[in-house]
């Protein structure tokens, strides 16, 4: 039996192997400790820390690249006469699960890559590493900058497409 993966596969699978390894030792370090560290003090400071340390360059580049992935994304639901992301994620229910779907499938591997660099910034910066700190940051660098330029993609589109007709 042959098992072909793809690179987005074992890009995922990368991701969860890290992050169910480092779980353990982010377990005992909460028993011992009783802090959750997501939201503590130390968590704001590392935070800070992460802007000046190795990898710093991801917090412009990972939202750069969710922005073009939404733009396009947006686009192309406007081609398709789909309502703008944000909207149809609010008040159209109908639309909703699709849209998350698409979403979750086209920016997938970025946010798997947000988590991993988050993973080894942390390592490199901390010497340890908080996985439920990476997979809170990774998707907000990547899913805010998506949701607002894909729905403002659909929104430009749609106004030259509505201009041009008149």
């Not at 809170?136 to 509505?162: C, D, E, F, K, T």
């Amino acid at each position: 039996m042959k098992i072909s993966l793809s690179r987005s596969s074992i890009l995922r699978a990368t991701v969860i192997v890290i992050i169910l390894a480092t779980l353990p030792g982010a377990i005992r370090r909460l028993i011992r400790t009783g802090d959750l560290y997501l939201f503590s003090g130390q968590f704001f400071e590392d935070m800070l820390a992460r802007l000046s340390g190795p990898g710093r360059l991801r917090f412009i580049v990972q939202p750069m690249v969710a922005t073009l992935l939404g733009a396009r994304d947006g686009v192309k639901d406007a081609r398709a006469g789909s309502p703008a992301f944000l909207w149809a994620l609010a008040f159209h229910g109908q639309h909703r699960r699709e849209m998350l779907r698409k979403a979750f499938t086209s920016a997938s591997n970025l946010v798997a890559i947000a988590v991993l660099l988050d993973l080894l910034s942390q390592f490199l910066i901390f010497h340890e590493i908080h996985p439920a700190a990476a997979l809170l940051l990774g998707p907000v660098l990547i899913g805010i900058p998506y949701a607002v330029s894909r729905g403002l993609g659909n929104r430009i589109l749609r106004r030259q497409g509505h201009q041009d007709n008149t």
